[in-house]
């Protein structure tokens, strides 16, 4: 029977049944082939169970077929019926399990399986780089060396699928330098499969000098897939402007675009913020006809929108097949962005169908805006919806919110809920949750939460040395320091802002100066705004204030509007309105329209009695346009947030407050009355 489509086998199956002719085992076979090509189970499995006399062929095709629809429970039931089972029967098994998600301990145990099966049944290259996909997921270097050993044992290592499978291995499991000697290893005939493999495990560890080297050994090899790699690196570790150059000069090499070429030169443009180039690159989309490709089109959508040029996203809309999940998500943080969630939520309310993509977007634009209350209330309409939260990444926001406001008693709920939906705990959410707790005042459980959790990462020490620097236990913050080195964790940026606070806090000057010396000293890591920022706040309430100008002196970046709020909070505590006055016109020429600035400055002069020298900081503050934004407070009262500005009479129970509040007036009064 010759190769047919679908339409053909439909006919040929037809006119066979008519014509009552009983079909061959090898002619059924290539008919369950041909369906389950074409996703029609059911069709395949009526088929299957008809068959008088099934080979291991039949057996290998429905399993298949079972696998491709996802159905993995039947897949394995056929898998274990089967008295015909080859090596093709185990790995399709083996691979099912691996690109499934919740199957891992399966594939693990068919693998071992398999080692002890028939002697016909010796795993093959393709067994073993599978199994190497189920290390990468499992991030299990260990057992991936084990499997190398095999490979090289049973020379299924020199070909170029397995040291790309290799080497992708060890490096998306951290072990860079061992995908590198892997790739170096092999013959001096560089393949591209395996050259590609290494230039993306360059991109990833940031090694962009390497991955360029080995983009250009054995040039002539280069195709879309090493050119796509590459101009991803770049734009993925910052140099977006590189990127750009490549993707010329990709065109200018005869390589043809395709959709993943213009995704990252689209991304690139996101990075530079350049609509102009967005533009351009548009233009080749249209000239290389992608403009229906949803991937490009919601690209297109999507850098205009962070560019805030929401105009032209709104233009692309209206084109056919651009309107998508990824483009409203899209559209959605572009409003965001701009403060505008009533667009933002017009455009959520437009899909009949929405995915967590669209949910996401739409809580992280009210986080983003600060309003906490709408974040709730649209975490209510969710669960009515969708029923359950199963994304960890929405509940990480909720959690963020929480945090913003110190909302305690919320953020244990969504805590209570994560534990009772047994929602896995992964590193973030668990970061997540010890950052609220610290911020919400609490501690205790913050600390608990951080104790209980073995594998701790650089990011979840952060949150902890952070949370017990703004608690005040400097020692706890330093000893846990301590522990993150000992355990091999090299300390970043944050690091030292967070630890620089700790001695900020309790004015310990000598400490402090140790570990910013420290910080470039023994770990490489040059020093920020808010490290200046943290040193300058340090010596203003260790009142050094000598320190802290000879210290501004050697700070090899121009001075910002945070390093001189900073001194000039440090004047405040040390009441000197003269230092302060020198400060005064830097910080307003970067910063003149700032009002909090003025404010800052009115209070340095106050706190030395200045008057005149306030009223003129008031009197510049009431020639400004605009309003100062009011002081504002918020409580967590019976599943709600109430929110009240100075002098706020909006609020449905007013006269209530404002008649408990009068009370306690009266009472504080009486009490400071006793005391004269």
Avoid at 196 to 217: I, Y
Avoid at 508 to 518: L, P, R
Avoid at 562 to 571: D, E, K, P, Q, T
Wanted: aromatic share 10%; proline share 1%; hydrophobic share 40%.
């Amino acid at each position: 029977m010759r190769s047919l489509n679908l339409k053909e086998a439909l006919v040929y199956h037809v006119q066979a049944i008519k014509a009552g002719m009983r079909l061959t085992t090898i002619t059924t076979n290539q008919l369950i082939h041909i369906y389950s090509k074409h996703n029609l189970l059911r069709e395949s499995r009526k088929l299957f169970d008809e068959m008088p006399e099934r080979n291991v062929f039949s057996w290998n095709t429905i399993i298949s077929a079972c696998i491709k629809s996802h159905d993995l429970t039947q897949a394995r039931s056929l898998f274990d019926s089967s008295p015909h089972k080859d090596l093709v029967t185990y790995n399709s098994m083996l691979c099912g399990y691996i690109n499934a998600d919740g199957y891992e301990a399966d594939a693990l145990k068919l693998f071992i399986e398999m080692q002890s099966a028939d002697e016909h049944i010796r795993m093959d290259e393709f067994t073993v780089t599978s199994t190497l996909n189920l290390c990468v997921k499992l991030l299990n270097v260990g057992f991936g060396r084990q499997l190398h050993a095999f490979m090289v044992k049973t020379s299924n290592d020199a070909s170029g699928f397995a040291v790309s499978s290799l080497i992708d291995m060890y490096s998306k499991c951290g072990c860079y330098e061992e995908a590198c000697r892997v790739f170096e290893g092999c013959s001096e005939e560089v393949n591209l499969i395996s050259k590609n493999a290494m230039v993306a495990a360059c991109c990833r560890e940031g090694e962009m000098e390497m991955a360029l080297k080995t983009f250009w050994r054995q040039p002539e090899l280069n195709d879309a897939v090493s050119w796509n790699t590459l101009i991803s690196g770049y734009v993925q570790n910052g140099d977006a402007e590189e990127g750009l150059k490549l993707f010329v000069r990709m065109g200018e090499n005869g390589v043809r675009w395709n959709e993943h070429t213009f995704a990252s030169a689209l991304s690139a443009c996101c990075g530079l913020r350049n609509v102009k180039c967005a533009k351009e690159i548009h233009s080749w989309v249209l000239k290389n006809g992608l403009i229906s490709n949803p991937f490009v089109s919601s690209g297109i959508v999507d850098v205009h929108c962070k560019c805030e040029n929401m105009n032209y996203a709104e233009s692309m809309l209206l084109l056919k097949g651009v309107r998508n999940s990824f483009s409203i998500s899209s559209m959605i943080v572009g409003y965001s962005l701009q403060g505008n969630m009533e667009e933002a939520r017009r455009h959520f309310d437009s899909l009949t169908e929405k995915n967590v993509v669209v949910w996401t977007a739409l809580f992280s634009g009210y986080v983003k805006v600060q309003n906490c209350e709408a974040l709730f209330d649209l975490l209510s309409e969710f669960v009515t919806k969708e029923g359950v939260v199963t994304d960890a990444l929405i509940l990480v926001i909720v959690l963020g919110a929480c945090a913003l406001q110190a909302a305690l008693h919320p953020g244990k709920e969504i805590h209570a809920y994560i534990l009772r939906m047994g929602v896995q705990m992964d590193k973030k959410l668990i970061s997540t949750l010890v950052d609220m707790y610290s911020k919400c005042g609490n501690m205790t459980y913050a600390e608990i939460i951080f104790q209980n959790f073995i594998e701790r990462d650089l990011v979840l020490y952060n949150v902890m040395i952070a949370c017990y620097a703004h608690h005040g236990h400097e020692e706890k913050a330093i000893l846990l320091f301590e522990e993150m080195l000992e355990k091999g964790i090299k300390p970043d940026a944050v690091t030292f802002v967070a630890i620089l606070s700790a001695f900020r806090h309790c004015g310990s000057v000598e400490m402090g100066e140790k570990y910013f010396n420290s910080m470039t000293a023994d770990y490489k890591i040059s020093p920020e705004t808010d490290h200046y920022a943290c040193m300058i706040d340090l010596y203003g309430r260790a009142n050094q204030l000598e320190k802290a100008i000879e210290f501004m002196k050697n700070i090899p970046t121009e001075e910002d509007a945070v390093i001189l709020g900073s001194f000039l909070n440090a004047c405040r505590l040390n009441r000197n309105a003269e230092l302060a006055g020198e400060a005064e016109e830097k910080l307003l020429r970067l910063e003149g329209n700032n009002k909090a600035r003025y404010v800052q400055l009115a209070n340095v002069y106050a706190a030395e009695g200045n008057w005149s020298e306030m009223g003129r900081i008031r009197k510049q503050m009431r020639g400004m346009k605009g309003n100062r934004f009011a002081g504002c407070s918020w409580v967590y009262v019976e599943h709600g947030i109430h929110i009240f500005t100075v002098g706020d009479v909006s609020h449905p129970k007013t006269n209530a407050i404002y008649s408990v509040l009068a009370i306690f007036t009266g009472e504080l009064y009486e009490i400071a009355g006793a005391f004269y």
